[in-house]
């Protein structure tokens, strides 16, 4: 089943905050984030392995809570670059990823 | 490195012809690929599971009749469109993996059928 990300939009200004929750129904191996920008290819952000893991890649970092199926990745002082959809996508210990429902995230100056 | 690779990048076709889009892993071999589709505004859609050497596995509600692919080395998977039709355009888009499970996406292929 597709995870469930919330919320589906959100406009920031440059140099506001925003998190971006991730919910899955079924137990995640691990959880991958991507960035997708209009009309290009998803672009890979990090990997979280271990259940309450964070990780963090520039300002963008990112937790997992393994019993709570759920991840969230976090923005922090955002950039006009951090514009795009963002999607979790689960491994569910299968090699195969599972695309969230996606957050498009819009920053204005 | 893990570059992954997408030819055509954009396709038009008449309905009822097939389409062929190649993904090529360029400076890694690939023990499994993937092929997505996404339509607009909607999220990445597994549509199969390739391996060197042996058949694909599709995922529920795709039909591998009309989507056949073809991994016929380490570096190249190829997915053809058989007789395509309107709604089968979309983006088309393959990712490639090499003993982690991180995937590495090719740019995509936009089709439209017309």
Known sequence: QQPVQSPQAVILREGEDAVINCSSSK??????????????????????????????????????????????????????????????????GNEKLTFGTGTRLTIIP | GAVVSQHPSWVICKSGTSVKIECRSLDFQATTMFWYRQFPKQSLMLMA????????????????????INHA???LSTLTVTSAHPEDSSFYICSAIAGTETQYFGPGTRLLVL
């Open chain 1, 27 to 92: 137990a995640l191996y691990s959880v991958h984030w991507y960035r997708q920008k209009h009309g290009e290819a998803p672009v890979f952000l990090m990997i979280l392995l271990k259940g309450g893991e964070q990780k963090g890649h520039e300002k963008i970092s990112a937790s997992f809570n393994e019993k709570k199926q759920q991840s969230s990745l976090y923005l922090t002082a955002s950039q006009l670059s951090y514009s795009g959809t963002y999607f979790c996508a689960p491994n569910f």
């Open chain 2, 49 to 68: 599971t390739s391996n060197e050497g042996s058949k694909a596995t599709y995922e529920q509600g795709v039909e591998k009749d009309k989507f056949l």
């Open chain 2, 73 to 75: 080395s380490l570096t």
